[in-house]
């Protein structure tokens, strides 16, 4: 999995002069930021002497930001740089109209924390040092009044572990919008003729996130796939790659020569595009023309990091693509229906698919399997190659997770935030699939009822909530959170 990491300018700011607090506070915010994962610090720069503002290189005389000429020089070199998010540090009382310049220019996400006050200096007029109290607010609402999103961090001093969470968080949140803001959608086929409920609207993605959807036709990939020969060292190796990766295997031959061609056309279409996430039509199209089934295809192209939905659902790829954005690339998600409540247990409710999670969240990589949907117990004999084939089986490993769902009715934009638990069990059940423990499950089933979000979600390992909300609040859209 490759890594996501956002880059965020630091915007010291201070008021009237150059101070030695001022100076640690800069430093502690530089060391904090560079120890928090996923960031990449684009800071002022030093000038050559105490008049010097360098536009190119984004110095100031102190690397410090105090004056619009400066602040317009620091915007500028951020542009070059590719600053995704802000974080303005009033060293200080700080200065409000070159903070905001910054902010008014880059139209980032803003993360905004005051420092806290040091002791009095000991001199007959037993001056203030900081001030970044008082100053703080004078930042905060020359960013509201420019209507520029921002969260506040609090009063802390940059070294305190607070101060690296919300970071975290915020660096969470940028990477969210980056991979949102002008993201590559892939849709291959139709929706199913059944499923109105996976229906969206192109251009509210446009309007909102100036998205752009690449479509492809089902019959394009079968066609791509039917052009690899059987000995292509990739086909090969794609065949070779689900052995070693799956425990059992109770499919045919002809079903792996059959997968690994479709995957590999399937990921050209998704690289050659450099698309962000994709979903597809997964019956009955492919069965009638392909005689496969591409659950399985699905996990392994998620495992990969091309993020693939089942059923044609485009808003569904887009809340994996949100969710694997907020955990840095670190971790994948599962893309997962709805399915049942537990009959024993009230609040846990059964967050599964067919058989298309990554092999890499599985709880028991020794359990894994690859299955027909015909024999999900793996107890008949094995057809050479047949349209139910495909499926992989296991259940995925516990902890804690955060669902993701996005949905859009009259052009309004919500995002349901939900976390749970995955519980080990020792059932034995078809698909992927695992049992989710939630604090209240009447509560977040009539959400989704009543909010009209579908029957599918994104599920990821890890709690995303604070990360998911806040960049909701950078990207307008409404968050709707079942605790």
Same mark, same amino acid.
């Given at each position: 999995m490759t890594p996501v990491q956002v880059k965020i300018g630091l915007v010291p700011s201070y008021r009237n002069r150059?101070?030695?607090?001022?100076?640690?506070?800069?430093?502690?915010?530089?060391? =904090?930021? =560079?120890?928090?994962?996923?960031?990449?610090?684009?800071?002022?720069?030093v000038s050559s002497s105490e008049t010097v503002i360098d536009a190119e290189r984004g110095a100031t005389p102190h690397g410090m930001v105090h004056t619009l000429d400066e602040a317009e020089a620091v915007a500028a070199f951020f542009q070059r740089q590719g600053v995704q998010g802000l974080v303005i540090v009033p060293l200080d009382f700080g200065d409000e109209r070159s903070a905001a310049k910054i902010a008014e220019r880059l139209r980032v996400p803003v993360l905004l924390c005051a420092t806290k006050e040091p002791p009095a200096l000991d001199d007959p007029g037993l001056t203030r040092v900081s001030d970044s109290y008082c100053g703080t607010l004078s930042i905060a609402s020359a960013l509201y009044r420019r209507k520029l999103p921002f969260r506040f961090a609090g009063v802390l001093f940059p070294d305190e572990p607070a101060f690296a969470a919300e970071a975290q968080d915020f660096a969470r949140a940028v990477a969210v919008v980056a991979g949102i803001k002008g993201a590559r959608l892939g849709q291959v086929g139709v929706r199913a003729h059944t499923f109105e409920t996976v229906a969206y609207d192109e251009v509210a993605l446009v309007r909102a996130f100036q998205q752009n959807v690449l479509v492809a036709n089902v019959a394009d990939m079968v066609l791509n796939a039917q052009g690899y020969a059987d000995d292509d060292p990739r086909v090969q190796?794609?065949?070779?790659?689900?052995?070693?990766?799956?425990? /059992?295997? /109770?499919?045919?031959? /002809?079903y792996l020569l059959k997968a690994a061609k479709l995957e590999l056309a399937l990921a050209e279409f998704y690289r050659n595009n450099r698309l962000s996430a994709m979903a597809m039509q997964c019956w009955s199209t492919v069965q009638r023309m392909w005689g496969i089934s591409v659950c399985n295809i699905y996990?392994?192209? /998620?495992?990969?990091?091309?993020?693939?939905?089942?059923?044609?659902?485009?808003?569904? =790829?887009?809340?994996?693509?949100?969710?694997?954005?907020?955990a840095l690339g670190a971790t994948l998600p599962h893309f997962v229906d709805w399915t049942i409540r537990h009959r024993e247990n009230p609040n846990w409710l059964l967050a599964w698919h067919c058989g298309n999670a990554p092999a890499c969240l599985a709880s028991d990589p020794g359990q894994t399997a690859l299955r027909s949907r015909k024999d999900m117990a793996g107890e008949l004999p094995v057809p050479a190659c047949e349209e139910q084939a495909g499926l992989a089986q296991f259940q995925l490993k516990p902890g804690p997770v955060t669902f993701c769902r996005l949905a859009e009715y009259d052009d309004q934009w919500k995002m349901l935030i939900a976390r749970g638990e995955i519980i080990p069990s020792d059932d034995k059940l078809a698909g992927t699939w695992s049992w989710v423990q939630v604090r209240d499950h009447e509560r977040l089933y009539r959400t989704l009822v009543e909010e009209g979000f579908i029957h599918h979600a994104s599920m990821i390992h890890g709690d995303q909530a604070k990360a998911l909300e806040l960049a909701c609040q950078f990207l307008n859209i409404k968050p709707v959170v079942v605790e």
């Open positions: 150059y101070t030695a607090w001022g100076q640690k506070m800069l430093d502690d915010s530089l060391a =904090a930021l =560079a120890g928090v994962a996923g960031i990449e610090v684009v800071a002022p720069r190796g794609i065949i070779a790659d689900i052995r070693g990766s799956t425990a /059992t295997v /109770t499919v045919g031959e /002809t996990g392994r192209l /998620t495992g990969q990091g091309l993020l693939t939905a089942c059923e044609t659902d485009v808003l569904g =790829a887009l809340a994996m693509l949100v969710n694997h954005r907020a």
